[in-house]
């Protein structure tokens, strides 16, 4: 109804006025530009602003409290949102004329590119050795070859660490295949596991490392326990821990040597033990295999990669 929408602009507007009072009393008005950059860029690039109408409002405020320079990367950034829905628009327009790659077009495989423009936008990892699957890359190369022939001079520099992926998953246990909405690191992982490794056993984090290219052990860490060690539900892979050798041994020799020393005999039932909770760490030897038990009543599945701890040298830097 017109009277909601206008009920839930005018909260809006004084939802605003209340930060823009707050603001004006914060004297590092640098680090809030900082953070509320990096925040802006995440709800854009992940779909997930409450009003596109509410932001702009918003850094129109920001402009006329602090002036153009203050929120020009800001507003470049909802520039480049808009030219990337040009782009694509005209660039599925390319690929279903004669000029479309058949490869590409014979495909059961879409892609969307957001096109970013260096310097708006916050500093991204970037894992440029990272191995693509073949399924993608000719959509990689045939777009590259439209937006070079389209804006010439211009250099492409893809960021992986922002990619997602919906990942089609068939389990043993479930009949339909199931959709896995990853980032293209965890989908590059996910790939290892088409097989179990040698023997079956599985892969270790440094094999997933040397199959995938990806060369930064934290982030290699964090994807794999994403997809073993989450919540219920998203488990879609199997985490063995394997302890250093020796480990258990000792505790065993341990219990022993105190019962010995115990003259006294116990007959009552043993206490069953607890199974270990598996670390939320990656040791070199863990084994990491496809959850062939793995069930779900969902059909799409969201599974979030873990983030990385944010340091004091990283606040400082932002």
């Known amino acids: 109804p017109i009277w909601s929408h206008s009920s839930q602009h005018n ?21 809030f530009e900082a953070f509320y950059k990096r925040d802006l860029a995440k709800r854009l690039l992940s779909n997930k602003s409450a009003s596109a109408d509410a932001e702009r409002s918003f850094i129109s405020r920001l402009k006329a409290e602090c002036g153009s320079v203050y929120t020009s990367k800001m507003e470049g950034m909802f520039k480049d949102m808009d030219l990337s829905g040009e782009v694509m628009s005209t660039y599925s327009a390319y690929l ?31 894992y440029p050795n990272i191995i693509i699957p073949n399924s993608l890359i000719a959509h ?21 660490s922002l990619g997602n992926c919906i990942v089609k998953t068939k389990f043993p246990k479930m009949p339909m295949f199931k959709e896995l909405v990853v980032n293209l690191l965890q989908a590059v992982v996910l790939l290892c596991f088409n097989d179990d490794g040698e023997a079956g056993k599985g892969y270790t984090i440094l094999d997933v490392m040397t ?3 990806i060369d ?28 250093k050798p020796g480990a258990d041994d000792d505790d065993d020799d341990a219990a022993a ?36 038990n793995f069930t779900s009543q969902v ?20």
């Open 299 to 318: 059909h799409r599945i969201r599974i979030t990669n873990l983030q990385m701890k944010e340091t004091t040298k990283d606040r400082e830097n932002t």
């Open 11 to 31: 909260d809006m507007e004084e939802l605003q006025s209340q930060v823009l009072d707050l603001f004006r009393h914060v004297h590092s008005k640098d680090v």
């Open 140 to 160: 990689k190369t045939q777009f590259e070859t439209y937006y070079k022939s389209k804006y010439q001079g211009r250099r492409i520099v893809w960021q992986h």
């Open 216 to 243: 930064d052990r934290g982030e290699a860490e964090r994807v794999l326990l994403s997809l073993s060690t989450g919540k219920d539900g998203t488990r879609v892979l199997k985490k063995t821990d394997v302890d």
């Open 96 to 126: 279903k004329g004669e000029a479309g790659n058949q490869a590409a077009k014979s495909s059961d495989i879409d892609m969307d590119v957001q096109v970013l423009t260096t310097g708006y936008w916050p500093v991204y990892p970037q």
């Open 257 to 292: 040597t105190a019962e010995n020393n115990n003259a006294i005999i116990d007959t009552s039932t043993p206490k069953r033990k607890k199974p270990k909770k598996l670390r939320r760490s990656v040791f070199d030897q863990d084994l990491f295999t496809f959850n062939s």
């Open 211 to 213: 199959k995938t290219a």
